[in-house]
């Protein structure tokens, strides 16, 4: 394992989860770049106790590893009720592996090969929304109660478990009712990146937003065009 030491300059600390050691090399490198601590595991038995340990503000997670897979390390971070953002890196190109993925409570993820620069890109996005939303009032569209400032959504004082990017997207959606809003444009808004072929996690992440929120959710989808949050 290797680390990045942290100084006052330090972003956060994000724990990277990957058996190659040539690829965590480049990722680390450039997080360091970018100006995040860095803390390297390479086998995935060693992860959970790396997570619990140093707490960082962002793991990638490769799906790949000797030991313990990341699903399984994803779906136990989750399971203990840890909300840490997590990108998954596959290197299986298969839509199901990424489903999947979502479905363990990922934020999201790339596949190999990939920019280093783009997976920064998104690390430095998933934490700038987590960590950046400003002072706002609740939000209410149906029977739905957003609070971006303590980032909670509840509903008949029940409060639901959403992932960072479960979290923004709804946000997004609540900040304009009624407005329909495609899935490149959500793609690009709440990601912050913009990929035809990556469209599919906007549907993947709609689908676990209700599943989550049940009869409560305020979500419809406008076919053909994209969704919108109603009343």
Wanted: glycine share 8%; charged share 30%.
């Amino acid at each position: 394992m290797t680390s990045e030491p942290r100084d006052s300059r330090a972003r956060g600390l994000v724990l990277i989860v990957e058996d190659e050691p040539a690829i965590a090399d480049v990722v680390r490198l450039n997080l360091a770049k970018a100006g995040y601590g860095v803390h390297v595991e390479q086998h995935g038995d060693r992860a959970l106790d790396a997570i619990r340990r140093l707490r960082p503000a962002a793991i990638i997670l490769d799906v790949g590893l000797p030991g313990m897979d990341g699903v399984e390390i994803c779906r136990r971070l989750r399971a203990d009720d840890d909300w840490t953002p997590v990108l998954f890196v596959t290197a299986r190109d298969d839509e199901v592996d990424r489903i999947v993925g979502l479905e363990m409570g990922a934020d999201d993820y790339v596949t190999k090969p990939f920019s280093p620069r783009e997976l920064v890109a998104r690390v430095t996005g998933v934490l700038r929304r987590t960590h950046g939303a400003p002072e706002a009032a609740p939000q209410t569209v149906g029977r739905i109660v957003l609070d971006a400032t303590r980032r909670r959504v509840t509903s008949d004082d029940v409060e639901f478990n959403l992932t960072a990017t479960e979290f923004d997207l709804l946000a997004h959606l609540m900040r304009k009712p009624g407005r329909v809003f495609t899935r490149e444009q959500l793609l690009s808004e709440v990601w912050g990146y913009s990929s035809v072929a990556g469209t599919r996690t906007v549907d993947v992440h709609v689908a676990q937003l209700r599943a989550k929120l049940g009869d409560a959710s305020p979500i419809r989808t406008v076919r053909g065009v994209g969704y919108a949050a109603e009343n």
